[in-house]
């Protein structure tokens, strides 16, 4: 048995200090290489929580979208405002947790060496890796819940509407029905019958197009679909991602257009495909974009209810 103790102490400008201590018994043998690990682990996030971090720019905006009417309305209408509120108690969570995701990230990457630490330096490559995953894993997950959000706003309208935005009786529906063309199309058929004002439509028309104008929304959009269909794209460092080699270019034709070989070039590492600098600028500036969508439409009346 093995038991790890940790003490941390809190000191004020004063002198004062505050001690907060905890003890683990673990299950394993003594193992200074894993020691070491864990202390540098535990070091590499006390840097993060308590060093510098962006202060978050959208929480208020977000928090906002909470803050309903509360208007009598017939109980027929029910459905309707339950579960607009609910998509919305989940979009200002989304919202929030993908800005604290990007932050962390940017933390996480302050926190990274200027330079690879030698093949055979494996305590320094483990604080290398584990510090680089926990970045990466910020970042993937904050353009997987901005994605999501995108697919939540089509919710957001379908059950603010009348939950009938959309065919919701075929089989496996949220899947197949609800998709941003229906949806739209279910808004034009709303206002054809005087069940949407033309005010309210412009108003959800003119907010569904903020984020297609993002100048680096399709990185963010090209990256996430990288992500949930093919292997991981390399970001920064290719010694922590796999690579497949593409057949089209190795070709080798004749004067005719028929192959008669291939051409193969064997590299060291391949190249990286990302930078997490591209990639958290194109994230921010999408985050912001789909913000400023979802505050246009919090401000139409029949969605806020």
Known sequence: MNRIELSVTFSEPDGAKR?????????????????????????AELKVMAGPQDAPKHNAIAQRWMDFPRQPASFTKYFDIQNS????????????GVESHLVLAKAYKALEPSQEPPFDDDAALNE?????????????QAVHDLIKGQDLVNRLLHESLGG???DATKPDWERTQLTRKNVE??????????????????????ALEIPKHTAKGKIARDYRNRLAHHIRPSVDYPTFFS????????????????????QIAIKASPAVE?????????????????????DKLSRVDILRR
């Open 164 to 166: 009938d935005l959309v």
């Open 85 to 96: 509120q609910a998509v919305w108690f989940e979009l200002t969570n989304l919202i929030m």
């Open 128 to 140: 290398f890796f584990y510090i680089h995953d926990r970045k990466i894993s910020l970042l993937n």
């Open 19 to 43: 001690v907060d201590s905890k003890k683990v018994q673990t299950s394993n043998a003594p193992d200074p290489a894993a020691e070491q690990r864990i202390a540098r682990i535990l070091f």
């Open 185 to 206: 199309t279910g808004l034009k058929s709303k206002l054809s019958a005087g069940l949407l004002s033309q005010t309210g439509f412009i108003e959800i028309e003119d």
């Open 243 to 262: 690579a497949i080699q593409s057949r089209a270019t190795a070709g080798v034709k004749d004067a005719r257009g028929e192959r008669i070989g291939f």
């Open 274 to 294: 990302y930078r997490f600098e591209d990639l958290h600028a194109a994230f921010s500036e999408y985050l912001a974009a789909v913000v400023a969508m979802l």
